[in-house]
């Protein structure tokens, strides 16, 4: 069992840039992903890196703007938001897996508590 403990969510404006990060306790993962679920709308796939490989996907709204990282001795995945928008308003999860892929959310195995992003125009 990997507990996931996210931080770094909190309010901001428009334009501003912010740093997720989310910790694993001890154990197997093959990669992290982060997702975010804005109100009303379904949850949504952002990033994922390959926890030894370092392999990166990006949803195509990510791109450009946010960045994922690792720190493997840490046990830390980071994602770098920049140049928010209004509509990046949303509850960030991060998750862990045996694999490495962007969907379907139920092939993560493990799930941080979430953090939320607000940001103002």
């Known amino acids: 069992q990997v507990t996931l403990v996210e931080s770094g969510g909190t309010s901001v404006q428009a334009g501003d840039s912010l740093t997720l990060s989310c910790t694993a306790s001890?154990?197997?993962?093959?990669?992290m992903g982060w997702f975010r679920q804005s109100p009303g709308k379904s949850r949504e796939f952002v990033a994922v890196i390959g926890w030894i490989t370092g392999d990166i996907v990006y949803a195509e709204d990510a791109k450009g703007r946010f960045t994922i990282s690792r720190d493997y001795a840490k046990r830390t995945s980071s994602l770098r938001l920049s140049g928010l928008k209004p509509e990046d308003t949303a509850v960030y999860s991060c998750?862990?897996?045996?694999?490495?892929?962007?969907?379907?959310?139920?092939?993560?195995?493990?799930w941080g508590q979430g953090t939320q992003v607000t940001v103002s125009a």
């Open positions: 001890p154990g197997h993962i093959n990669s």
């Open positions: 998750a862990a897996t045996y694999s490495f892929t962007t969907w379907p959310p139920s092939q993560y195995h493990y």
